[in-house]
Every structure is written in structure tokens, then in C-alpha cells.
């Protein structure tokens, strides 16, 4: 994995979020708006995720040594987790807050124009995050990072949602401030719940995709000397993909041919597919 790349763009990501997140919690505070000092501890929050991302990444890529064979990806897996959980903490905390809010009917102060102002900004800025962050993870093939991107997105949808609360308020419903917070909250669990079940695949060794193991089934297929696919099974390792094979090959041909194919086999695999960390091929032989 490229921690250079991964390290890079956390580094820019959590400096553009504490920068954000202060510029929210001041106008808010100052503009009386507390759907957007809501939208800032959400996006203090994304600077935990990412510092978090950041010792993830760089342990997965550790080698694998004695006592972890085959590596330790899985490692990756346990700090998305861990940024799932605070994030949804983070949720239950805003929504029990705007809950209280409306049924308390505590007195809820109309914004000032500034708010709108820093949430429209929010949303371009979060948005920018996470095409660029996206893009990074895709690129390093890295779970955690592109749920660090996820992340990014659910602060730009939640910066919508302090707009239009802050617009309602300014325009003579206040109580779509406290709403807008709920919104907030509602999309700040569903990203903590996606997270959460991402890592869990990834730990329980989920197959990949339908999709791409017929993608693999192709290749295997169009290696010379391959009369047909036996078994086929994958398993996800973290950020990587194991790939258990079966093939049938001609039965009267020598061991030396016979591992030739297979060897081939291996190869079109792993070449083709960055994120296999390794394919073990089986043969069993057929009679023409």
C-alpha cells in the first residue's frame, strides 16, 4: 500500500477540516446558529477519523513477519470500526440535543446571515474533500481511507442540511434549526453504520462481488489449457483478496505442463487484479 499518498492526503484533509471546523464554530456561536456548530463538531470529528486512518494504513502495510504470515491488513479493518463508533456517538449526541431543543421548546434564536454563509462553504469545501480523498482510496486500494472519504461526503450532505435549517430559521421558522440538526444526526449514523459493516465483511471473509469474480472466472478461462473451472472462491483480507481455484486440465498431459497452466493461471490473476494479494490454484485432471 502507498502510505506516502495515504499520508499526504490525510495530512491535507485533517488541516482543511480543523481550519473548517473552527470557521463553523465561531460564526455559529457568533450568528446564533446551532445547526451549524452541530455541522462543526461533525467536521472536528472527521479529524479523529482521518488520524485514525492515518495509524491504520501505516500499520496494515507493515510486512508480514514470524507471528502474522499473512500480513496485516486486517488491522485496517479494527481502526474502521473504531471510526464507526465515534461516529455514531457523535450522531446520537447531536440528535438527542436537537430532540430536547423541541421538546423543552427552549427558546431557539434566529441565525444570522453569516451561517448560511459558512454552510454554503461547508458544502462546497466537504464535497471537494471527498472527490479528492475518494480518489486517493481508489487509487491505494484502501478501505479505510475511502470510508474516511464517505465520511467526507456525510459532512457535505449534513452542511445541507444546516442550510436549510439556517435559511428556514432566517425566514421565519426557527424550528428548523433544531430539524436540520436531526438531519444531521440521521446522516452521520448511516455513515457510522455503513463503515461498521464494511470492516465486518472484511474481517469475516466476505466473497468479493458477483461481478468481479466473473470478471476472474473470464480470465481464468482464457488461459490455454484450462478445459474448465471446478471451483472458484474468494475472500476479502482487509484491503486485499485471496483467491482459491480449481481447474481441470487434460489428465494424460506430464506434471511439468500441467503446473505450467497453472502457474499461468496465477499469474493472470494477480496481474489482473491489483487487490489479490495471492491465488492458489488446485488441478484436477479430466479425460479427453
Known sequence: MDTKTANRVSVITIVMNLILS?????IGFAAHS????SDAVHSASDVVSTIAVIFGINLASKKSDR????????????????????LFATGVGIGISAIKT?????EIEIPGKAALAAAFI????????????????????????????????????????S?????????????FEPAASIVICVFIVKASYDIFMEAVN??????????????????????????????????????KVYVDVEISE???????????????????????????KHCMVHVNPTAE
Not at 473552527?22 to 465561531?26: A, P, Q, R, V
Not at 507471528?67 to 465515534?86: A, K, N, T, V
Not at 490455454?224 to 473451472?229: A, F, H, R
Open 250 to 276: 487434460d489428465g494424460s498431459i506430464t506434471l511439468f505442463d500441467a503446473h505450467k497452466t497453472a502457474e499461468a493461471v496465477h499469474d493472470s490473476i494477480e496481474k489482473n487484479f491489483k487487490n489479490v
Open 102 to 106: 423541541i421538546i423543552n421548546g427552549t
Open 34 to 37: 446551532q445547526a451549524l456548530i
Open 163 to 175: 442550510l436549510i435549517g439556517i435559511g428556514g430559521a432566517i425566514l421565519g421558522y426557527p424550528i
Open 67 to 86: 507471528d502474522h504470515p499473512y500480513g496485516h491488513e486486517r488491522i485496517e479493518c479494527i481502526f474502521s470500526i473504531i471510526l464507526s463508533m465515534l
Open 122 to 161: 461547508s458544502i462546497v469545501v466537504k464535497e471537494w474533500m471527498y472527490h479528492y480523498t475518494k480518489h486517493a482510496a481508489k487509487k491505494i486500494n484502501s478501505s479505510s481511507m475511502m470510508a474516511d472519504a464517505w465520511h467526507h461526503r456525510s459532512d457535505a450532505l449534513s452542511s445541507v442540511g
Open 202 to 239: 472484511s474481517l469475516v471473509d466476505s466473497s468479493c462481488s458477483d461481478e468481479e469474480i466473473e470478471q476472474m472466472r473470464n480470465v481464468i478461462s482464457s488461459v490455454e489449457g484450462v478445459k474448465s473451472i471446478d471451483l472458484l472462491m474468494t475472500r476479502r483480507f482487509g484491503s
Open 22 to 26: 473552527l470557521i463553523k464554530f465561531i
